[in-house]
C-alpha cells in the first residue's frame, strides 16, 4: 500500500456500508489532476509520520491547514464520485447513483392551499 | 458573412449576456441593423455536467461560477485580492444567466426611492412604474413560475406557470413561517414548470440550475431571446475581446477595437454603440477607454448583495438536492425600513435547496464533514437532511467599492485586468446581523435539530452592479435615465452598471426591463430626429 492509499483510509475509513478510500478511484483520480492538487499533496505527504496514525495526521492537519484542506477537497470529491461509493449512498438513502439529469426527480408540484396564511395578510410594500 | 469585420454597423452592443439579448432583440425588432459583441461562445449543451456523475467536481473546475477559477480562454483574469465578496460571472452567449438560479423578482416601488423614503444614497431618475410595463413584457418572453397576489409586492399579470415545487425543504421552512407569523410566498422563477418557449422542455427537477440546464427549462438568454434577436435579423459575432471604444474629436464614440481569438485585433464602425458588459466588464471597457468619466463615477459605487446564509439539519429526510437549486419561497418579512431596527432598508430570505455528496462531504451549507472514524456516519446525518436559508441585503453604494484597472494583472491579450475593492458597509453588516438571527429564529420554529451559520457568503458576487450609474446630474452619474452617457451622446449602457442602488432582489428582470426601456427610448428617439 502506497503511503498516499495509507492516508486516504484514514480519512475514509470503511464503514457504514462504503468503502474505504483505497479500494475506490481516490488515488488514480488524483494522479491525473496534479495541476490541482499536486502541491498539497506533496506539502502533506512529505509531512506524515511514519507508521501513519490519527493523531499524527491530524497534526499534518494542524499544520498545513491550506494544503490538508485542499488535498481534502480532493479526496472527497474523487470518493464521492466513485460509482461505488455512489451505490452505497443509494442503498443507505433512495439517492440515485446515477448523475441528475436526463432523469431529473419527481417532485410534488406547488399545492395553492399552502399559501391561504401569507395570501390573508395586508399589503405591506410601500407606495410610493 | 465577414463577421462585420470592417464593417459600419448601424447599432453595435457589446456583451451578449441577459441586457446585450434583450437590446438586441428589441432593436432588430425595430428594423435596426444591430450586431453584438461577445467575448465568449455559445454554450455547448450536449455536454453539460449535470449528464455525468462528475457534475459535482465540474462545480470546483470546468463549471464553477468563478471565472478566476475556471480560467477558459474567453475569461479575462480579475484581480479580487482586496474585495471581500468576489465577482463572478460567466463569459459567453447568455452571459451569467448560463450558471444563475433564475431568480426573477421585481424590485419594489420603495426600491427607486431610497432617499425620499429612508434618507440613504440616492432616488433613481426613473420610478417602478416607468419599468412595469417592461417587466411584464419581459415575464412574457422569459416565461415566469411563479404565483401573482403577493400582498408584499404590487399587483402584477397572472404568471405564466405554477410555482417550482416547494419541495421538502421549502414546505418545512413556509410552515416555519407561518407559525411566526411572517411572510412568504412562492419566488418569481425563469423556469418552466410548463412548456413555453420554443425548443424548451419543463424543469425535471434535477438540481444543479448553476451547471447549465439540458432541458432549456430553466431560461437563459441564450435560449429565450437571442433565438428571437438573430431571427430578426441581429447579428452576433462571438470570441471577440472588446478592449476600446474609439471616439472622435467630437467625443463622439465611432466604434470598437476587439481582439479575435487568435489575438488578431479588428475594427468596427458604428452610429450608436451600447455596453452590456456587465458591471465590472462595462467599467473596464470605460475605463480603458477613458471616456464618459466627467463624474469620476465611472467603476465606483459598486454594489454586490452581501450574503450570509444558514442552514437547519432536520432529523427526517427532506430531499432537497431535488429540485431548483436556488429557491422554492422566499420571505420578505423585513424588506422595507422599521425605525425600530438598528438599520434602514432591510432584507429578503431565499429558502435554497441542498448539496449533492460531494457538496455535502466538502462543506459549503454547512461545514466540512469530518475525516476519520464516524465519517461516514455524520454524512448520512446530514446529506437529505438539510434546507438553507439565504440573508441577501440592500447594499448601499459607496464609492470606495470599485472596480478599477489592475496595475499589474492583464489577460492574455497584454490588456490590463479589472480589479475589484469591496468592504461590506455598516449598514449591510447591521442587516446581516439581524438577518442571520432571523433565519437562526425560522430554524427554531421548523424544529431543525441543528443549525449552522456563514456570516458572509464571500464567493457570492454574482450580483454586479451600479459601476455606471443613472442620474440627472452629469457631475454625479455617468448615464441618464434612458441610459444614454452624459459624455457621449452615442454611447449607451444598459447592464447592471446603472443601478443606481441595489435592493435586496436579484437583479436580472430588473436589468432587462431597463434593457428594454432603453431600447424603446432609443427607438424614439431616432423616428424623433427623422420626423424633424
Known amino acids: ?128 | 458573412m465577414t463577421a462585420g469585420r470592417g464593417d459600419t454597423v448601424d447599432c453595435l452592443i457589446v456583451g451578449a449576456g441577459a441586457a446585450g439579448a434583450a437590446f438586441a432583440w428589441r432593436l432588430a425588432s425595430a428594423g435596426i441593423a444591430v450586431t453584438c459583441l461577445e467575448q465568449g461562445d455559445w454554450a455547448d449543451y450536449s455536454a453539460l455536467p449535470s449528464l455525468g456523475n462528475d457534475w459535482e467536481a465540474a462545480r470546483q473546475s470546468t463549471h464553477h461560477p468563478s471565472s478566476n477559477i475556471r480560467r477558459k480562454r474567453c475569461d479575462p483574469p480579475i484581480d479580487d485580492a482586496d474585495a471581500a465578496i468576489k465577482p463572478l460571472m460567466y463569459n459567453g452567449v447568455g452571459g451569467s444567466t448560463i450558471h444563475w438560479g433564475a431568480h426573477f423578482p421585481r424590485f419594489r416601488p420603495s426600491d427607486f426611492r431610497v432617499r425620499t423614503l429612508d434618507g440613504v444614497a440616492d432616488d433613481w431618475p426613473i420610478r417602478y412604474e416607468d419599468l412595469a410595463p417592461y417587466y411584464e413584457e419581459n415575464d412574457a418572453i422569459v416565461g415566469v413560475a411563479g404565483l401573482a397576489g403577493d400582498p408584499g409586492n404590487p399587483p402584477r399579470s397572472p404568471r405564466q406557470m405554477a410555482p417550482v415545487p416547494l419541495g421538502g425543504g421549502g414546505a418545512r421552512m413556509a410552515a416555519a413561517f407561518d407559525r411566526l407569523g411572517w411572510r412568504w410566498w412562492p419566488a418569481d422563477m425563469a423556469i418552466n414548470t410548463a412548456t413555453h418557449g420554443e425548443g424548451r422542455s419543463v424543469c425535471n427537477n434535477c438540481g444543479p440550475c448553476d451547471l447549465g440546464c439540458p432541458t432549456k427549462a430553466r431560461s437563459s438568454a441564450d435560449v429565450t431571446y437571442w433565438p428571437m434577436a438573430l431571427k430578426s435579423g441581429a447579428r452576433l459575432i462571438t470570441g471577440a475581446s472588446v478592449f476600446r471604444i474609439e471616439t472622435d474629436s467630437r467625443g463622439l464614440a465611432t466604434g470598437v477595437a476587439y481582439f479575435d481569438r487568435d489575438g488578431s485585433v479588428h475594427r468596427v464602425k458604428a452610429s450608436i454603440i451600447v455596453l452590456a458588459a456587465n458591471g465590472v466588464g462595462t467599467a473596464r471597457l470605460l475605463l480603458l477607454s477613458d471616456i464618459a468619466n466627467r463624474s469620476g463615477l465611472v467603476g465606483r459605487r459598486l454594489m454586490h448583495h452581501p450574503t450570509g446564509l444558514v442552514t437547519g439539519v432536520f432529523a427526517e429526510r427532506l430531499d432537497d438536492y431535488k429540485g431548483p437549486f436556488a429557491a422554492s419561497i422566499l420571505c420578505q418579512e423585513f424588506y422595507e425600513t422599521d425605525p425600530g431596527r438598528p438599520f434602514k432598508r432591510g432584507f429578503q430570505m431565499q429558502c435554497v435547496r441542498a448539496d449533492g455528496p460531494v457538496g455535502t462531504a466538502c462543506g459549503g451549507y454547512l461545514p466540512r464533514v469530518p475525516w476519520g472514524h464516524g465519517h461516514h456516519r455524520a454524512f448520512l446525518e446530514t446529506f437529505a437532511h438539510t434546507t438553507s436559508l439565504t440573508v441577501t441585503t440592500e447594499d448601499l453604494p459607496e464609492e470606495i467599492n470599485r472596480v478599477t484597472l489592475s496595475p499589474t494583472l492583464k489577460d492574455r491579450f497584454g490588456v490590463p485586468a479589472a480589479k475589484t475593492t469591496y468592504r461590506v458597509g455598516p449598514n449591510a453588516q447591521a442587516i446581516l446581523d439581524f438577518g442571520l438571527e432571523r433565519a437562526t429564529e425560522a430554524f427554531a420554529a421548523a424544529d431543525a435539530s441543528r443549525v449552522e451559520r456563514v456570516p458572509l457568503i464571500a464567493p457570492a458576487g454574482f450580483h454586479l452592479l451600479g459601476t455606471a450609474r443613472m442620474g440627472g446630474d452629469p457631475d454625479s452619474s455617468v448615464i441618464n435615465a434612458d441610459c444614454v452617457a452624459h459624455d457621449v451622446p452615442n454611447l449607451l449602457v444598459v447592464d447592471g452598471s446603472v443601478f443606481v442602488t441595489a435592493a435586496a432582489l436579484n437583479p436580472t428582470s430588473t436589468i432587462q426591463a431597463i434593457a428594454l426601456r432603453a431600447a424603446d427610448r432609443l427607438i424614439a428617439d431616432r423616428h424623433n430626429r427623422r420626423a424633424v
Open chain 1, 1 to 128: 500500500m502506497t503511503k498516499l492509499a495509507a492516508l486516504i483510509d484514514v480519512l475514509l475509513p470503511g464503514d457504514e456500508g462504503f468503502p474505504s478510500g483505497s479500494a475506490t478511484k481516490v488515488e488514480a483520480w488524483l494522479a491525473v489532476r496534479l495541476d490541482r492538487f499536486g502541491a498539497a499533496l506533496e506539502t502533506v505527504l512529505a509531512a506524515l509520520p511514519d507508521p501513519l496514525t490519527v493523531a499524527g495526521v491530524a497534526a499534518v492537519e494542524a499544520a498545513h491547514p491550506a494544503a490538508f484542506a485542499s488535498l481534502l477537497t480532493g479526496v472527497y470529491t474523487a470518493y464521492y464520485t466513485d460509482p461505488v461509493v455512489r451505490g452505497a449512498i443509494e442503498r443507505a438513502t433512495g439517492y440515485s447513483a446515477g448523475p441528475p439529469q436526463p432523469k431529473g426527480y419527481e417532485l410534488p408540484p406547488f399545492d395553492p392551499a399552502v399559501i391561504a396564511a401569507p395570501a390573508s395578510r395586508a399589503p405591506s410594500w410601500r407606495k410610493v
